[in-house]
């Protein structure tokens, strides 16, 4: 096991319409895309797309949404430790002008403990929130023995700040800024309480406000992505994690900053396509973005 993700697994079904039906109406999509979906679950495939393949923990159920989930972790070589739900999760996504809408169904009760995972040889943990009990549990051992922790703060979830005490590494959303009511520079003074050396908070085309070793606030512009060219944002930020993450997995010995003008590249790749999948880079396209696109003004 050279990383583990834990979150929850989700399929996304994502389309795009100029009219969404209400009462008795029916409509016709113009695109669509079917794919696996979660924060941990798509950063976790795009650090298997980009070459270095992790083990995920994360909720199954016994139908046949889930199975085509496995059949999807299966192509990418992803090892899978479920925990068990009664249902599989479903979101429906709606890319509009930049933003999008998502509807999510999603069991979250999961039938069983958290299994007891043989860690040796692992190197990276990322955590989206999700599964609180298994979250606390892993940070917590990882710390204990030296490895990287990671934490895509997207929301507040039931333990996160009692989390963030294990977490090395924690990258938020403005999201989480709204719900503390604080704002993006005081969120990164939260994380340098909370012990976390390396942390930051994701502003979508206004770029990432982050600090290092170092304790210095600063902020790190996004990639100028045409708008012409902008598909869906969705998966973008987990995207960013999952590119970070092997990032730091290729080159440990490199400064925050390289891996997370990596990540940026990955994400402004991203948001040209329509699914998570079709959204996940190579390490070639990560180049081209990083040729492409200047930094926003």
Known sequence: ?????????????????????????????????VSFGGNAVSAAFCCAKLGIVPDLLTSLANDWLSRMFLDMAAKYGIS???RMVREASLSFVMPNNGKRAILRCRDDHYLHPVPPLDI???????????QADAAIYYAKLCRERGILTSL?????RSNTLELLEFIDVAVCSERLCEQLRVSPEELCQLLQEKGCRIGGVTLGERGLVWYDESGIIRTMPALAVPPHEVKD?????????????????????????????FARAASA????????????PTLDDIENAMRLYKEAA
């Open 1 to 33: 096991m050279e990383a583990l993700f834990i979150g929850q697994t989700y399929i996304d079904i994502t389309f795009v319409t100029d009219h969404f039906p209400t009462g008795d109406e029916k409509a016709v999509a113009k695109e669509y895309a």
């Open 80 to 82: 899978i430790h479920p």
């Open 120 to 130: 040796t040889g692992c190197r990276a943990l990322h955590l989206d929130g999700h």
């Open 152 to 156: 895509d703060g997207g929301g507040i």
């Open 233 to 261: 944002t969705n998966g973008a930020g987990d995207i960013f994690h999952g590119a970070y993450i092997y990032s730091y997995l290729s080159a440990p010995e490199r400064p925050w900053v390289d891996h997370f003008l």
């Open 269 to 280: 790749h991203s948001v040209r396509f329509l699914g998570i999948e079709s959204s996940l």
